[in-house]
């Protein structure tokens, strides 16, 4: 008898690396968790929109009962937002809960899922969880390229990931682009299109990808409230897709996968475009703060369309974790991307401004040293 427990595919698996909580540095370092600066998790840095918050409260009376299963009202607010019928929306807790949820509507064991070298790193473990064949087509220039993809689908190929924007590179496909891809990939085929920092993007780049799904019955549009609404801890997310794909994500689905609060919050904050805005101007303002800093600073970054920035600190493969432990020793918390294959990179989060100018000082210092 074997003594491991599970299949091998599921203890093959590299269990996810999330960005270091605030409180875990501060007692590992010495410090105070109130001087410690984090942009390593994507997070919105206004934290909560009090709209939601407030939503939250409100909600919070009623804890004793389940959740609305079905999320009538927030599936209202979407149909009407993206103007789909609510029957094509399915909710996740978070978005990452609808790429699990889509692995296992569409894929079995021994199909294939491609997506790109450099993508979100949740693909990966979709894929690997389910004991699929992972096809995982090389990038260029750091993001998609969706000619090499679209080469790469094969006879099992049942599952295709896209991040657009692509985290953790920043890399963005432009609309022509994108739609050009969709026509060519056979119909039996599903794209994910897993758009997490969209309402990021200035307005020329914003493209109707929720309209992209009433032409293509295979495309399933992911969106979360985890980034520019500012809802991470609240594990908020949804998919788009016409019912042939929804009637099926709808069964693998837990019940009660997104919370009364959260659904509640969500409302709230999708309906408040005060903060989703200045959301995405803080956000603008900063990029410009970083590029500077890292042209001045001469580091290779690679463009970026999300809330975070991809910056080369060094030529060694060594660069990534030397140059993010003294910034850690600084109390500046941000991600190392050697688990991506990018060991010469950090991705950094775009903060407050005063939080950008403190990881440009401890940058400056740590590349110093
Ligand atoms: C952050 C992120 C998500 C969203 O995660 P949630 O589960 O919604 O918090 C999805 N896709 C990408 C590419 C991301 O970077």
């Known amino acids: 008898m074997s003594n491991h427990y599970g299949p091998e595919y599921v203890r093959a698996i590299a269990p996810y690396q999330a960005g270091k909580p605030i409180a875990e540095v501060a007692r590992e370092f010495g410090l105070d968790e109130a001087s410690i600066v984090k942009l390593a998790s994507n997070e919105n840095p206004f934290g909560v929109p009090e709209s939601a918050r407030q939503a939250m409260l409100a909600a919070a009376a009623d804890l004793g009962r389940y959740p609305d299963a079905n999320g009538f009202d927030l599936k209202a607010a979407l149909a009407k937002r993206y103007d789909v019928p609510a029957d094509w929306i399915t909710l996740g807790n978070g978005s990452n809960d609808i790429l699990e949820i889509a692995a296992h509507a569409f894929v079995e064991k021994g199909q294939a899922v491609v997506y790109s070298q450099y993508s979100f790193a949740v693909y990966a473990l979709a894929t690997q969880g389910l004991g699929a064949r992972h096809i995982v087509v090389p990038a260029a220039d750091y993001g998609h390229d969706l000619a090499a993809m679209l080469a790469a689908v094969d006879a099992d190929t049942r599952l295709i990931f896209v991040a657009n924007p692509n985290n953790p590179t920043g890399t963005f496909i432009p609309a022509a682009e994108m739609e050009a891809f969709l026509q060519k990939v056979p119909a039996h085929v599903v794209v994910v299109l897993d758009e997490a920092y969209n309402e990021f993007l200035a307005a020329e780049n914003q493209f109707e990808s929720a309209q992209w799904v009433k032409k293509y019955p295979n495309l399933l549009v992911s969106r979360t409230f985890s980034k520019a609404y500012g809802l991470a801890g609240l594990r908020v997310g949804f998919g788009i897709a016409q019912p042939a794909l929804t009637d099926l994500l709808n069964r693998i689905r837990q019940p009660f996968n997104v919370n009364s609060m959260a659904q509640a919050a969500a409302i709230a904050a999708l309906n408040d475009k005060e903060f989703l805005s200045r959301s995405a101007a803080n956000n603008a303002a900063g990029y410009q703060?970083?590029?500077?800093?890292?042209?001045?600073?001469?580091?290779?970054?690679?463009?970026?369309?999300?809330?975070?920035?991809?910056?080369?600190?060094?030529?060694?493969?060594?660069?990534?974790?030397?140059?993010?432990?003294?910034?850690?020793?600084?109390?500046?918390?941000?991600?190392?991307?050697?688990?991506?294959?990018?060991?010469?990179?950090?991705?950094?989060?775009?903060?407050?401004?005063?939080?950008?100018?403190?990881?440009?000082?401890?940058?400056?210092?740590?590349?110093?040293?």
């Open 289 to 369: 703060q970083f590029v500077a800093a890292f042209e001045a600073l001469g580091l290779e970054y690679v463009p970026s369309f999300g809330n975070f920035v991809l910056v080369k600190v060094g030529a060694d493969a060594d660069a990534g974790a030397r140059v993010n432990l003294a910034l850690l020793q600084q109390g500046v918390i941000v991600r190392p991307v050697g688990n991506y294959g990018l060991p010469q990179w950090l991705r950094i989060s775009i903060g407050l401004p005063q939080e950008n100018a403190i990881l440009i000082a401890a940058l400056t210092k740590a590349l110093a040293a």
